[in-house]
């Protein structure tokens, strides 16, 4: 019985212990809550004077024992130079040590949590310039071995509508900084669908992290960064201070791997990557396990200097599949954002065939619209042949899109100018007002479509980019409309004697080799003093040859690095036909066989030839001539081939028309041409 009353009575008193520590405990957190409005004021006014910001307070609120909850924290800077945005948190929780205050009569903070924010990234940085030495204090005075500092679904804006999503914890070792977690690249698009209606949605990309970092007087030094999601791999080390970042390592993509990560890994995954990482410093989250990167960004260095709003690229080299490739340049990130970018690649085992590659990009933001400008020149080997490419350069300015709307990506150029060089001739070729469309058709397939109007005409093209193997493969089949053949003259040269429209369809590959091949037609026109007419009016008499109207020419092509042919050249002209086909290799070796129709008509204009014309019958409307063209292109050797025409003129004079044709066309070949 007496057991029984003292438990009894023990309940009674625990009970009553409780009531009065939990009334204590809400009179301890009310009185503080009731002081923290003066305690709120000291701190900001604190803080202010070490900040190079000014840093306001919505509410406090304090959660026994150790824990105050912060809202609506708002960080300005004090110089008119900087930013007018601020720093804008919607809530942030901070635990004091108490250990450290118990016992040393220090109060340290422990842990910093940041919850559901938007901020700014050229806020953040140009807010961590202005103030690394009290950052790097901060990290200095808190706990050693117990402090944390996290982030909770943080919003951080980069561009409009495209941002990173935080979620991480970092933890302080004395001088040391170890963090992991995982950032989430959302970006918000807009896609066509059928060329009407469109949809708005959220791209999301993972990419988990983790990193330790050392803290010294001068710098921070990043000894390990390691970066990845199921298509990527990077591992980066370097240092940053207040002025520069310095970064080296390598980076792995694999471009055709199918993207999982979408699927968020298993709660039991997470756990055990985290004490993997923190316990026995494993992978914090693997790749899949089919990882096989066809991009190797490798021996990478760089120099990144800050002096905000503006980002300098000192210097950025590192070897793309073996290329070697350089960068430097600056990115502005306030509001108008602008960047310029001077780039060199130079040739490797798997980019041979080009000596030097150099380019330069411009871009800036006008009224939301990103316009890009920029040059590419590009130096080849020197080949054999006189149709080798010795230099491309190309140069773009206008170049507009819309980043909200990428899938598909529409763009537009106001401008495209491209010269070549080869060894024999200069080609120049300008466009306007290009429309295009790039296209994602899978991992490894992107499609490209061109549109733009062309001397009259119309260009359409639509480019196929193959990224499954290095160098990617490019081929391209381009439309030609109604285009103006003379105007055309600075890119072909040839074209300034010809009058017409143009119709073709042109195809270029990369497949194996280079290549160019396709078809071309050309209506309803004339050749104006063609060199071979021209020689022909002036030897015979006959000048209605310096004028040759025709109905169509068309000709099959194909250029590659071995030779430069002409199939089935066809002519159709009332008076004058023409067909064979013409090919000049890479050692300039002239192989063609022509085969040409004269009408009577024209025929009768020439004295020397109206005595011929008698020994054939009337019934006959054409003569027709078959020659042979070797040797170099420059010193042809011409031969007429046999045929019905020579047989017959033969028999009658013997050699006398062969032998003043060979003289003649001789001569035309290797007389210098007149400008």
Same mark, same amino acid.
């Given at each position: 019985?007496?057991?029984?009353?003292?438990?009894?009575?023990?309940?009674?008193?625990?009970?009553?212990?409780?009531?009065?520590?939990?009334?204590?405990?809400?009179?301890?957190?009310?009185?503080?809550?009731?002081?923290?409005?003066?305690?709120?004021?000291?701190?900001? @006014?604190?803080?202010?004077?070490?900040?190079?910001?000014?840093?306001?307070?919505?509410?406090?609120?304090?959660?026994?024992?150790?824990?105050?909850?912060?809202?609506?924290?708002?960080?300005?800077?004090?110089?008119?130079?900087?930013?007018? @945005?601020?720093?804008?948190?919607?809530?942030?929780?901070?635990?004091?040590?108490?250990?450290?205050?118990?016992?040393?009569?220090?109060?340290?903070?422990?842990?910093?949590?940041?919850?559901?924010?938007?901020?700014?990234?050229?806020?953040?940085?140009?807010?961590?310039?202005?103030?690394?030495?009290?950052?790097?204090?901060?990290?200095?005075?808190?706990?050693?071995?117990?402090?944390?500092?996290?982030?909770?679904?943080?919003?951080?804006?980069?561009?409009?509508?495209?941002?990173?999503?935080?979620?991480?914890?970092?933890?302080?070792?004395?001088?040391?900084?170890?963090?992991?977690?995982?950032?989430?690249?959302?970006?918000?698009?807009?896609?066509?669908?059928?060329?009407?209606?469109?949809?708005?949605?959220?791209?999301?990309?993972?990419?988990?992290?983790?990193?330790?970092?050392?803290?010294?007087?001068?710098?921070?030094?990043?000894?390990?960064?390691?970066?990845?999601?199921?298509?990527?791999?990077?591992?980066?080390?370097?240092?940053?201070?207040?002025?520069?970042?310095?970064?080296?390592?390598?980076?792995?993509?694999?471009?055709?791997?199918?993207?999982?990560?979408?699927?968020?890994?298993?709660?039991?995954?997470?756990?055990?990557?985290?004490?993997?990482?923190?316990?026995?410093?494993?992978?914090?989250?693997?790749?899949?396990?089919?990882?096989?990167?066809?991009?190797?960004?490798?021996?990478?260095?760089?120099?990144?200097?800050?002096?905000?709003?503006?980002?300098?690229?000192?210097?950025?080299?590192?070897?793309?599949?073996?290329?070697?490739?350089?960068?430097?340049?600056?990115?502005?990130?306030?509001?108008?954002?602008?960047?310029?970018?001077?780039?060199?690649?130079?040739?490797?085992?798997?980019?041979?065939?080009?000596?030097?590659?150099?380019?330069?990009?411009?871009?800036?933001?006008?009224?939301?619209?990103?316009?890009?400008?920029?040059?590419?020149?590009?130096?080849?080997?020197?080949?054999?042949?006189?149709?080798?490419?010795?230099?491309?350069?190309?140069?773009?300015?206008?170049?507009?899109?819309?980043?909200?709307?990428?899938?598909?990506?529409?763009?537009?150029?106001?401008?495209?100018?491209?010269?070549?060089?080869?060894?024999?001739?200069?080609?120049?070729?300008?466009?306007?007002?290009?429309?295009?469309?790039?296209?994602?058709?899978?991992?490894?397939?992107?499609?490209?479509?061109?549109?733009?109007?062309?001397?009259?005409?119309?260009?359409?093209?639509?480019?196929?980019?193959?990224?499954?193997?290095?160098?990617?493969?490019?081929?391209?089949?381009?439309?030609?409309?109604?285009?103006?053949?003379?105007?055309?003259?600075?890119?072909?040269?040839?074209?300034?004697?010809?009058?017409?429209?143009?119709?073709?369809?042109?195809?270029?590959?990369?497949?194996?080799?280079?290549?160019?091949?396709?078809?071309?037609?050309?209506?309803?026109?004339?050749?104006?003093?063609?060199?071979?007419?021209?020689?022909?009016?002036?030897?015979?008499?006959?000048?209605?040859?310096?004028?040759?109207?025709?109905?169509?020419?068309?000709?099959?092509?194909?250029?590659?690095?071995?030779?430069?042919?002409?199939?089935?050249?066809?002519?159709?002209?009332?008076?004058?036909?023409?067909?064979?086909?013409?090919?000049?290799?890479?050692?300039?070796?002239?192989?063609?066989?022509?085969?040409? @129709?004269?009408?009577?008509?024209?025929?009768?204009?020439?004295?020397?030839?109206?005595?011929?014309?008698?020994?054939?019958?009337?019934?006959?409307?054409?003569?027709?001539?078959?020659?042979?063209?070797?040797?170099?292109?420059?010193?042809?050797?011409?031969?007429?081939?046999?045929?019905?025409?020579?047989?017959?003129?033969?028999?009658?004079?013997?050699?006398?028309?062969?032998?003043?044709?060979?003289?003649?066309?001789?001569?035309?070949?290797?007389?210098?041409?007149?400008?």
């Amino acid at each position: 019985m007496l057991k029984g009353k003292s438990l009894q009575r023990f309940l009674i008193n625990f009970k009553w212990a409780v009531i009065i520590a939990v009334f204590l405990l809400l009179g301890i957190t009310a009185a503080i809550n009731l002081h923290l409005p003066t305690l709120q004021s000291k701190i900001t @006014s604190s803080i202010n004077q070490e900040l190079n910001y000014a840093i306001s307070i919505g509410n406090m609120f304090y959660q026994f024992p150790n824990q105050f909850y912060i809202y609506d924290i708002s960080v300005k800077s004090h110089s008119r130079e900087s930013f007018n @945005s601020s720093l804008d948190l919607a809530k942030a929780r901070v635990k004091l040590s108490l250990p450290d205050l118990f016992f040393q009569k220090k109060i340290l903070i422990s842990d910093i949590k940041l919850y559901e924010s938007r901020i700014n990234y050229h806020d953040v940085m140009a807010f961590c310039e202005g103030n690394m030495e009290l950052l790097k204090n901060i990290f200095k005075n808190m706990p050693p071995g117990n402090a944390k500092i996290r982030f909770s679904n943080l919003h951080v804006n980069f561009l409009d509508n495209k941002e990173l999503i935080l979620d991480s914890v970092f933890k302080v070792f004395n001088d040391t900084i170890m963090g992991m977690g995982r950032v989430q690249k959302v970006f918000y698009m807009r896609e066509n669908i059928s060329g009407r209606s469109k949809r708005a949605f959220w791209d999301v990309r993972n990419y988990y992290f983790r990193f330790n970092a050392l803290i010294t007087d001068k710098k921070i030094l990043l000894d390990s960064i390691d970066i990845q999601n199921m298509t990527f791999q990077a591992k980066l080390w370097g240092s940053w201070d207040a002025i520069s970042l310095k970064i080296k390592g390598y980076a792995l993509v694999d471009t055709l791997a199918q993207n999982d990560e979408e699927k968020e890994p298993m709660i039991r995954d997470w756990l055990t990557s985290l004490v993997s990482h923190w316990r026995e410093g494993g992978h914090f989250y693997p790749n899949g396990k089919d990882f096989t990167p066809n991009l190797h960004i490798l021996d990478i260095d760089s120099t990144v200097s800050f002096a905000f709003p503006q980002v300098n690229l000192k210097n950025l080299s590192f070897g793309f599949n073996g290329t070697p490739v350089r960068l430097h340049g600056f990115f502005d990130l306030s509001d108008k954002a602008k960047a310029s970018i001077t780039g060199e690649m130079l040739p490797s085992r798997q980019m041979v065939f080009f000596e030097k590659a150099k380019f330069q990009l411009n871009a800036n933001r006008f009224k939301g619209q990103d316009t890009v400008g920029g040059k590419c020149n590009i130096y080849f080997d020197k080949g054999a042949s006189e149709y080798s490419l010795k230099e491309i350069d190309i140069n773009f300015s206008g170049l507009m899109f819309d980043l909200e709307k990428i899938i598909p990506l529409d763009f537009y150029l106001d401008k495209i100018t491209i010269r070549c060089k080869t060894r024999r001739d200069k080609h120049h070729l300008t466009l306007n007002d290009v429309r295009g469309r790039i296209n994602h058709l899978n991992k490894e397939l992107k499609i490209i479509d061109l549109f733009c109007p062309l001397h009259g005409g119309t260009l359409g093209t639509q480019v196929w980019i193959s990224t499954k193997d290095w160098p990617a493969e490019v081929s391209a089949n381009m439309n030609i409309r109604d285009v103006n053949l003379q105007q055309l003259h600075a890119f072909i040269p040839e074209f300034a004697k010809f009058r017409g429209k143009l119709n073709g369809r042109i195809t270029f590959s990369s497949k194996n080799r280079m290549e160019l091949f396709g078809v071309l037609k050309m209506n309803d026109g004339k050749l104006v003093n063609l060199d071979f007419f021209q020689w022909l009016s002036e030897s015979f008499d006959m000048p209605s040859l310096t004028t040759i109207d025709f109905d169509a020419v068309t000709t099959e092509f194909k250029v590659n690095a071995e030779a430069l042919k002409f199939q089935e050249i066809d002519l159709d002209s009332e008076d004058v036909t023409i067909y064979g086909n013409y090919r000049v290799d890479s050692q300039n070796l002239v192989s063609s066989i022509l085969e040409l @129709s004269f009408s009577k008509e024209i025929l009768k204009e020439s004295p020397k030839f109206r005595p011929i014309l008698k020994m054939f019958s009337s019934d006959l409307s054409h003569l027709p001539f078959k020659f042979q063209l070797s040797g170099n292109q420059d010193s042809v050797n011409f031969y007429w081939m046999d045929s019905f025409t020579k047989r017959k003129i033969q028999d009658k004079i013997p050699n006398f028309i062969e032998r003043r044709i060979e003289k003649g066309i001789n001569r035309m070949v290797t007389e210098p041409k007149s400008p």
